[in-house]
């Protein structure tokens, strides 16, 4: 089931040099630590000023996405499916 979330989460990334975006690893949410064991997408989209980063992942068999606040900063935790 989908369910909707947003709210902030910590995320541990990977900068990279020469990758086109940060590399998710991990993120903790509702205090729990969720490893990322597969990016399955990653697009940007604009919003007047502001530039997200949307990830698409999988930590198991639960899928979730994510966004990333690129002026703030900030990620979130849009959604989660946990019935696959």
Not at 38 to 56: D, M, P, W
Not at 61 to 76: K, L, V
Request: proline share 4%; aromatic share 10%; net charge positive.
């Amino acid at each position: 089931m989908n369910q909707e979330i947003r709210e902030p989460i910590d995320a541990l990334v990977i900068y990279r040099r020469g990758a086109p975006h940060p590399l998710l690893r991990a993120f903790r949410w509702n205090q729990h630590r969720y490893d990322v064991t597969q990016i399955n997408l990653v697009h940007s989209k604009r919003v007047g000023e502001t530039v997200y980063l949307c990830y698409a992942v999988s930590c198991g068999s639960d899928h979730f996405d994510i966004r990333f606040n690129t002026s703030r900063n900030q990620w979130q935790l849009e959604t989660m499916d946990t019935s696959r």
